[in-house]
C-alpha cells in the first residue's frame, strides 16, 4: 500500500493556524495529525476541542486524532462529533481496551491503537484484528526534542508480520523523530502512515518536504 503522510499540526504556527492548514489542504498530505495532551497521562497540555473543531472547518484532510489523556472514553463522543476520522487511544491507558476500541467505531470513527516505547508489541495479541491502526511511538510521547528510537525498527517489523497473517489492511503509523533521513527505513520495515512536524513546518518550503515523504518509494534499496 501506498504510505500516507499525517502531518502534525503541534508543529505548526498557532499565530497563523489559519493559513497552515490551508497549506495542507494544498499538499500532498493525506491526513491531519491532531496531537492532544492532558498533562497527565503525558506531562504536556497541548489542545482539545476548540482547536479540533476550529481545524475541521478549514481542513479538507481526514483528522488523525491522537489521544494522550487518561479516561478517553469519556471524551470519545465529543472528538467524534468535532470531526475525528481516526481516533486513536493509548494502551496503556485503556484498561478496558476492546471495550473502547467498540466505541470508537460504533461512532463512526477509525480506531486506532498507541503504543509507548516501552510497551512490546505483544499486548496486542488479543486485538490487533479488531483496529484500523496502530501507532508506534518513536519517542517517549509528551517531551520535545527527543531522539528516535532506533527498537521502532525492530518493533515495525514484528508488526507488520503478524498484520500480513491477520489483518492485512492493518495501518502502522510512526510518531516522533520522522524526517526524510529515516523515513525510508522506517517504510521498509513495514510502516505506512508517517506522522511529522518539525520535519515539515520548520521547514521553508513544507510542502516539497511533504512531497518528498509521500513519494518515497519502499522497494528501492537504501543507499
Known amino acids: 500500500m501506498n504510505q500516507l503522510i499525517s502531518p502534525s499540526v503541534l508543529a505548526a504556527n498557532f499565530a497563523n ?27 504536556n497540555i497541548s489542545f ?15 483528522l488523525d486524532v491522537h489521544l494522550m489523556i487518561i479516561e478517553p472514553d469519556k471524551y470519545l463522543a465529543e472528538f467524534a462529533a468535532n470531526g475525528a476520522y481516526m ?49 508506534i ?3 517517549n510521547p509528551g517531551f520535545g526534542g527527543q531522539t528516535f528510537i532506533p527498537n521502532t525498527y525492530k518493533k515495525i517489523q ?9 489483518n492485512p489492511n492493518l495501518h502502522i503509523e510512526i510518531d516522533g523523530g520522522v ?27 513544507p510542502k516539497s518536504i511533504i512531497s518528498t515523504l509521500k513519494n518515497l518509494n519502499p522497494n528501492t534499496q537504501s543507499a
Open 179 to 205: 524526517n526524510v533521513a529515516n523515513a525510508l527505513a522506517l517504510l521498509q520495515a513495514g510502516a505506512d502512515v508517517l506522522v511529522a512536524g518539525n520535519a515539515i513546518f520548520s521547514h521553508a518550503q
Open 87 to 135: 481516533l486513536t487511544v493509548h494502551y496503556e491507558a485503556c484498561p478496558h481496551l476492546h471495550c473502547t476500541v467498540q466505541k470508537i467505531k460504533a461512532l463512526g470513527c477509525k480506531a486506532g491503537v498507541a503504543l509507548n516505547p516501552h510497551t512490546p508489541i505483544s499486548v496486542l495479541d488479543d486485538i490487533v484484528e479488531e483496529v484500523d491502526m496502530v501507532l
Open 158 to 166: 514484528q508488526l507488520r508480520a503478524i498484520a500480513n497473517q491477520r
Open 48 to 62: 482539545g476541542f476548540p482547536v479540533l473543531s476550529a481545524v475541521k472547518k478549514i481542513a479538507t484532510k481526514p
Open 17 to 43: 493556524l489559519n493559513d497552515d492548514i490551508l497549506m495542507l489542504n494544498q499538499s500532498e498530505a493525506d491526513w491531519v495529525h491532531i496531537d492532544v495532551m492532558d498533562g497527565v497521562f503525558v506531562p
Open 137 to 139: 511511538m518513536s519517542v
